[in-house]
């Protein structure tokens, strides 16, 4: 399983479908904020990271411009996730309290984390083109996690796309 997700992380880090993110995500990182201007950015798409045996899953809408687009992980990088991740360490959920960037040694315990979008949409706002055609690998990473039994969707974009996953495979 573990062969399953290095195959599909390849394959979203190289994905270039959307012309308009792919332009965004570069502008970005070629730009950079003042306070990083001597950060290499990632400027690439972001997958999701954590245990692939997790029963848990956080869901997000996309990456942020200066965290995961800079750092190169999911939630990395900004305020809020170096609150997230204190919070996981406190829960015993992870090996160390602080996500700085891509190979810092950090390992999560039962959980996964992710986001609807793999890259940054300008303002926060992805077209519903966008939105769908990255759907394919955020259902590929749900499929992925067998174990699954608790999501937690962080907004409204993220919550919609969990619910257009678990319709889709009540479905089939
Ligand atoms: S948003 Fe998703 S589908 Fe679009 S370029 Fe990024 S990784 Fe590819």
Redesign the pocket.
């Known amino acids: 399983m573990t062969n399953d997700f290095e195959k599909l992380e390849n394959l979203?880090v190289g994905?270039?479908?959307?012309t308009r993110?792919?332009s965004f995500r570069k502008k970005i990182a070629k730009e950079k904020r003042k306070q990083f201007i001597n950060e290499k950015y990632w400027g690439k798409?972001i997958t999701g990271f954590g245990d692939p045996k997790a029963r848990i899953l956080f869901v997000g809408l996309a990456p942020a411009a200066h965290g995961g687009n800079r750092t190169g992980r999911v939630f990395t990088g900004d305020r809020s996730s170096d609150f997230l991740y204190k919070c996981l360490y406190k829960a015993k959920l992870s090996n160390q309290p602080n996500s700085d960037h891509r190979n810092d040694g950090l390992k999560l315990r039962d959980i996964f984390i992710t986001t609807a979008?793999?890259?940054v949409p300008p303002g926060d706002k992805?077209t519903k083109k966008?939105l769908n055609?990255?759907f394919k690998?955020f259902n590929k990473e749900i499929e992925y996690l067998e174990n699954l039994k608790i999501v937690v969707a962080l907004g409204k974009i993220a919550f919609d796309a969990c619910i257009q996953f678990y319709k889709k495979t009540l479905q089939n």
Not at 15 to 18: E, I, N, P, R, V
């Open positions: 979203i994905c270039k479908k959307c993110l792919v798409p979008l793999k890259c992805p966008e055609t990255c690998y």
